[in-house]
C-alpha cells in the first residue's frame, strides 16, 4: 500500500510538558489527525474516553494484538498501550497527516513500518527540572515520581534517533520551534509531491 499522509511523531517523559504542547499544536493546525491510542490503564478523572484514549481491560488489549489490531504497542510504566492500525491506515490512505503521542518504543517501531514519519522528542532542560515538575503535579506518589525519573533517563538515550529534540525550557518557545517544525516537514511532503514514501 502506497500511503500518502503523513505520521508526526511526539515522545517525552512524563513532566516534559508534552501534552499540553500537542493540545496547542492541534489548536493551532485542526486538519491535523490525532491517533487515540488504545490502553489498559484505568481512566484519570480529567480523561474522556475516545478522545484521550480508548480504555479496554487487559483481556480486551491482549485480543487486539492476537488479532494484529495495532500498527505497534508497547507495555509503558506497567499498562499497555497500543495505536489502532484501522485508523492511521485509513486517514493516510485519504492523505490526511497524523500525530500520535506515543512512547521512544513504538515511535522506533513507527519509524521502521514507515521510514518517512517525523519523530519529534521533548524534554525538560534538565533531570531536575524533570522532577521539580513531577512533584508539582501532585498526580503521582513520591514512589511513582522515582519510577517515572528512572523510565525518563532511559527514553532520554533513545532521544539521539530522533529527528529533532525540543528543549522545553518555556511553553511560548518550546511550541514555536515544534509548530515551525512541522509546518517545514509538512510542506516538504507536498513539494514531494509524494507526501510520504511510506509503505505497508
Ligand atoms: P500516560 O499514561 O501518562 O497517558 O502515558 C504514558 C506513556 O505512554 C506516554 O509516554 C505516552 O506517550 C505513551 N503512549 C500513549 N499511547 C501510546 C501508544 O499507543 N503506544 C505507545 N507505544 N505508547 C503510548
Given at each position: 500500500m502506497l500511503s500518502k499522509g503523513n505520521l508526526i511523531v511526539i515522545s517525552a517523559p512524563s513532566g516534559a510538558g508534552k501534552t499540553t504542547l500537542r493540545q496547542s499544536l492541534r489548536k493551532l493546525m485542526s486538519d491535523l489527525e490525532y491517533s487515540v491510542s488504545m490502553t489498559s490503564r484505568s481512566p484519570r478523572s480529567s480523561e474522556i474516553e475516545g478522545k484521550d484514549y480508548c480504555f479496554v481491560s487487559r483481556e480486551v488489549f491482549k485480543d487486539w494484538i492476537e488479532e494484529n489490531k495495532f500498527v505497534e504497542w508497547a507495555e509503558v510504566h506497567g499498562n499497555l498501550y497500543g495505536t489502532p492500525r484501522e485508523f492511521i491506515e485509513k486517514k493516510l490512505k485519504e492523505g490526511e497527516d497524523i500525530l500520535l503521542d506515543i512512547d521512544v518504543q513504538g515511535a522506533l517501531r513507527i519509524k521502521k513500518q514507515f521510514p518517512s514519519a517525523l519523530l519529534i522528542f521533548i524534554c525538560a532542560p534538565s533531570m531536575e527540572a524533570l522532577e521539580k515538575r513531577l512533584q508539582g503535579r501532585?498526580?503521582?506518589?513520591p514512589e511513582e515520581v522515582k519510577k517515572r525519573l528512572i523510565t525518563a533517563a532511559k527514553e532520554l538515550s533513545f532521544?539521539?534517533?530522533?529527528?529533532h529534540i525540543i528543549i522545553n525550557e518555556n511553553l511560548k518557545d518550546a511550541l514555536a520551534e515544534l509548530e515551525g517544525i512541522v509546518r517545514k516537514y509538512r510542506e516538504s511532503g507536498k513539494r514531494r509531491g509524494e507526501k510520504s514514501g511510506c509503505s505497508d
Open positions: 501532585h498526580s503521582d506518589s532521544s539521539e534517533r530522533y529527528d
